[in-house]
């Protein structure tokens, strides 16, 4: 196989066509580039992190890379299970990834929790699109796969979330109390 011909396909009796396991393993291949791509980003975070949350942004950011790590074998062993090549190289993943880098000018807790909370929302997005499509090409266990990874990456989304909204209760009057902390902007 030539470095360019990452669609050929191996021998293999899936009873799924041929064109359709093409086209998820070039899905899958999608999601793995982001996938190692964003583990790394939050690895990058958990090195990083400074501040009064560093221990509990620590210790979160390496349970969430441990996730990562292992969807990036989950998605890599679908994609030869179909009869495709995994593209698992790191510099394929920054090639093919869809997330934007990562900032390397910060180190507070609360900005890490907002680059990530950043980078987790358009992935989260990636893969609830993946579920539809896999169904799309007849493949419904691909897409629990992503269905599976799909709830996890959502909680995740919400944790993170979570750090960057005020309480509800904070104000003398019981009205909410705005964080300092820019906000993302929320899909409707």
Avoid: C
């Amino acid at each position: 196989m030539s470095n360019n011909d990452h669609s050929r396909l191996y021998p293999t009796r899936i009873d799924i066509p041929a064109d359709q396991r093409t086209q998820l393993a070039a899905l899958l291949n999608q999601t793995l580039a982001a996938t190692l791509d964003l583990k790394t980003q939050v690895k990058q975070a958990h090195w990083n992190v400074k501040g009064t949350d560093f221990y509990q942004l620590h210790e979160l950011f390496d349970e969430i890379a441990g996730e990562l790590e292992e969807y990036i074998d989950l998605v890599a062993e679908r994609v030869t299970a179909l009869g495709g090549y995994a593209l698992g190289t790191a510099r394929l993943a920054v090639a093919n990834s869809i997330l934007p880098e990562y900032p390397l000018d910060i180190d507070a807790g609360i900005d890490h929790v907002t680059a990530l909370a950043d980078r987790f929302a358009p992935y989260a997005k990636h893969i609830r699109e993946a579920i539809d499509k896999s169904n799309n090409l007849g493949d419904a266990d691909t897409a629990d796969l992503y269905t599976e990874v799909s709830r996890t990456i959502d909680k995740r989304l919400w944790f993170l979330e979570a750090h960057l909204q005020a309480s509800a209760t904070d104000g003398k009057d019981g009205a909410a109390v705005p964080t300092t902390a820019k906000q993302p902007a929320i899909a409707k």
